[in-house]
């Protein structure tokens, strides 16, 4: 790989034709592709217009449309908007759009390519984000064009220099070209000597510019480009950018500087960056499976997080550098809030349990130091802090600590840090910090029931009932009790037995307290909150984050188990938080009924971890096949809760939603637990019945790596652990030197299918509402419409409620529902 990254830097050094002085174009350099370091990671679609795409890094970023339609950031300044091309080509007297033109669109994990074909021509839009060293430079956007014929090119865009929500703008800027030789560059100007852009590409010039005379009116500006076929062929025309938020750095000639930097260091930047990413594809941990979608999805899922890291605006006396994780981004439009572009507590500590499980070590520390220096004098965590909070009196909004639960987060994430990496020195380190934290949460409860709630800020929704605000939400109180278990182990490793007990007593208690305040014995259900005594007893999704750190869950779960996984919350492209019959649901709002990639997750992994394997796998495959139904290579934040599709502000490319894949695929399905500290992997196989092996590769067990294989052998499934020092752990019968373990399988397994349904539709697919094994018999309580099957796995079966059928895939059990909506069906196998 050195060799060939050694190749691409001297491909690129050549420089333009003589005549350019300034910006020079750059011979075309080869790009990471699926035949060599993304071991085939690429999603290759045709175009669909309207939908987004994302190329983002630490220092820019680039949204737009499918269509070749984008704004660009360098970050926190919106540069520019609204970018189309036209072209004329010689003798073909039409102007041709190109964006009307885009034909096909290639997502590799370190660049996105969009090309648009007509008769005469092929033109390549390539984006990439790479991690700059300094502030000022963001993403680079290169046009390979390939034409029978001369022609001319119009880049038209709109400037925008606009610093990212809230810090205040400086009004429209004014544009002024430099010329270099027979070319030039834009420089954007704003009323102030500390604040301006530039934008430029080799060869090109100025297309309109008003003088001040004329009436007030708004123009695009213009690069204007000629193209010819063989003396620009085998060249980039790369599209560059630059702003400058100091007096030092806003000055032409800072700014020229910067982009002549950008456009003579090209092909390094590109080099180094395609090799940080071939490096983290061949270190962080990926899973084979027969399903090679799974495969991809969960790669991807790592590849989103990653991208999702951002140089933030240091403020005074900090770190000269520092990065956190922001929660995602979509086009900002005509604002300047390009999704959430900005950093979330909780989304980050959700976000960092995937992060663990695929061995990321560093970016957990880096983001958790960048909450941990936000932490507010008493102990509670920070909520939300914009990418150009320095800049502004953020602490006077109502943003930074407007939640509640990033600081129990903070508290079990932590944990889920130290066992699996081992390492206890981080938080000895950071001992003042999670003491302050377990200090707040313990001494923030209103009305003294020995539960924090929501007095210190929202739990999870911001919006209920007559717009009522929950006094004490079950979510919150479930975290607390986690938070409390996570506490005793902390105070363990750091020597504190006397906050070790107290905190282990403190999660009994609570939870204690939430099974005899929240469960209705008569309605076998959960309550949403409560305020003075009295339960909200909306039917939701958040008593299934019981589950999450993977202690014993609720204590009466089976009936909300089962609703869970019905047609009333789970529709077919993910569960929704409040159920369909519950007078509180619309599926179109933001916390009264929608679907999040999130819920889904969380509803995975209770299933996963109460024995529901099947309605487990169902959610977990609808998070994964995601990757490739909007944001290309991305999980959307939120859909409709009637039908599939993204809500029109959904933040296309979102944290945790990626992170919904990595962690119910590890911790769900796999069933791995890793205890870095004492070098064990204890594991769970929940894996499909049609499947016969699987591999967990590169798995960071502290600071090991190691690799879990996965086989059926008869009527066992063997788990095999290789590549390191650790040794396995799990109910089944361990070999002597902890290197492998048999599980006992049942002799009889059904497995499901997956897939999302076309745009639009509503929910229709099959749901498992329970599943048990009785003596020689498996039960399955179905729900569903129409007619539909399962693969059967084992002996050969007697059919309860269905028949059998054979087809080319083998045995399946076909049920009969009906028609007219959902209908239950109970099938027995027996064997």
């Not at 911790?667 to 870095?676: L, N, Q, R, S, W």
């Amino acid at each position: 790989m050195r060799l060939l990254l050694a190749g691409w830097v001297m491909a690129v050094c050549g420089v333009g034709s003589a005549q350019e002085a300034g910006l020079r174009t750059v011979e075309a350099f080869p790009l990471m592709d699926a035949g060599r370091q993304t071991d085939g990671l690429v999603i290759r679609r045709h175009v669909e217009a309207g939908e987004p795409f994302t190329v983002a890094g630490p220092r820019g970023v680039v949204l737009g449309q499918q269509e070749g339609i984008f704004e660009a950031w360098v970050l926190p300044v919106k540069l520019l908007s609204h970018f189309t091309i036209q072209a004329e080509v010689e003798g073909y007297p039409v102007p041709i759009d190109l964006n009307a033109a885009a034909s096909e669109i290639e997502v590799y994990p370190d660049h996105t390519t969009i090309t648009y074909s007509h008769i005469a021509f092929r033109v390549r839009q390539v984006m990439y984000a790479p991690d700059v060293r300094e502030a000022g430079s963001g993403a680079v956007v290169l046009f390979q064009i390939d034409s029978t014929r001369a022609m001319d090119l119009t880049f038209r865009f709109t400037p925008e220099l606009r610093p990212m929500w809230p810090q205040l703008g400086q009004g429209n800027p004014g544009a002024e070209w430099v010329k270099r030789g027979t070319s030039g560059f834009y420089v954007l100007h704003s009323d102030y000597a500390g604040f301006a852009g530039a934008v430029g590409m080799p060869g090109t010039t100025p297309g309109i510019l008003a003088p001040y005379q004329e009436k007030p009116q708004v123009h695009p500006l213009e690069l204007k480009l000629r193209y010819e076929p063989k003396r620009d062929g085998a060249r980039y025309f790369p599209l560059l950018m630059a702003a400058g938020t100091t007096a030092e750095t806003a000055t032409t000639a800072a700014l020229e500087a910067k982009l002549t930097g950008e456009d003579a260091e090209l092909g390094q930047r590109y080099a180094d960056h395609a090799a940080g990413y071939a490096k983290m594809l061949g270190e962080f941990t990926a899973i084979r499976t027969p399903d090679a979608g799974l495969n991809d999805a969960f790669t991807w899922a790592a590849v989103s997080i990653e991208q999702l890291k951002a140089r933030v605006q240091v403020e005074a006396g900090g770190p000269a550098s520092e990065t956190g994780l922001v929660a995602g981004y979509y086009s900002s439009g005509d604002s300047a809030r390009p999704g959430f572009g900005w950093f979330f507590g909780r989304d980050t500590l959700y976000t960092l349990y995937g992060v663990n499980g695929f061995g990321d070590f560093a970016l957990t520390r880096e983001a958790l130091e960048f909450l941990m220096r936000r932490q507010r004098a008493d102990g509670k965590m920070m909520h939300e802090y914009s990418q150009t909070a320095a800049s502004t009196a953020w602490k006077e909004l109502p943003y930074m600590y407007a939640a509640a639960d990033a600081t129990p987060l903070f508290l079990t994430q932590m944990l889920d840090y130290v066992r699996t990496s081992g390492d206890v020195a981080f938080l000895k380190a950071h001992r003042a910090e999670v003491e302050k934290a377990w200090q707040f949460e313990t001494t923030h409860d209103a009305d003294g029931d020995g539960i924090y709630d929501n007095s210190q800020g929202t739990g999870w929704v911001e919006d209920w009932r007559n717009h009522v605000m929950p006094k004490q939400e079950i979510y919150l109180a479930l975290f607390d009790q986690q938070a409390s278990v996570a506490m005793a182990e902390l105070a363990r490793f750091m020597g504190d037995s006397a906050t070790a007990d107290a905190a282990g007593k403190r999660a009994a208690a609570v939870m204690e307290k939430i099974e005899v305040e929240y469960y209705d014995a008569g309605k076998d259900a959960y309550g949403f909150s409560r305020d003075a005594g009295v339960v909200d007893a909306a039917a939701t999704i958040y008593p299934a984050v019981a589950w999450w750190s993977g202690g014993a869950g609720l204590k009466h779960p089976e009936a909300s188990l089962r609703r869970w996984a019905s047609h009333d919350f789970s529709t077919d492209w993910g569960t929704r938080d409040v159920a369909e019959s519950d007078p509180l649901y619309d599926p179109i709002s933001y916390h009264m009924g929608s679907v999040w990639p999130l819920f889904t997750g969380w509803a995975a992994m209770a299933e996963y971890r109460a024995g529901r394997t099947l309605s487990g796998y169902a959610h977990l495959m609808q998070n994964a096949d995601m990757t490739t139904s909007q944001d290309l290579g991305a999980v959307t934040e939120l859909l409709s809760g009637a039908y599939f599709q993204p809500f029109g502000r959904s933040t296309s490319h979102q944290l945790w939603s990626s992170a919904m894949v990595v962690v119910p695929v590890l911790k769900g399905m796999f069933g791995i637990d890793v205890d870095g500290l004492r070098g064990v992997v204890t594991v769970a196989p929940r894996l499909p019945a049609d499947w016969d092996e699987a591999v967990v590769e590169r798995l960071h067990v502290g600071a090991s790596v190691c690799s879990l294989k996965y086989k059926r052998s008869g009527g066992a499934m063997v788990v095999r652990l290789a590549g390191c020092s650790a040794r396995l752990a799990g109910e089944g019968k361990a070999a002597a030197d902890g290197r492998s373990i048999v599980f006992a399988m049942p002799a009889v397994e059904v497995a499901i299918g997956h897939g999302l349904p076309l745009r639009g539709a509503r929910t229709a697919q099959m749901k498992v509402l329970g599943q048990k094994y009785e003596g020689r018999s498996l039960v399955l309580e179905l729900e569903g419409m129409g007619v539909q099957r399962l693969k059967v796995r084992g002996a050969k079966v007697r059919v309860e409620g269905g028949v059998m059928v054979s087809s080319a895939g083998g045995d399946e059990v076909e049920v009969r529902f009906g028609g007219g909506g959902y209908g239950e069906r109970r099938v027995v196998l027996r064997w």
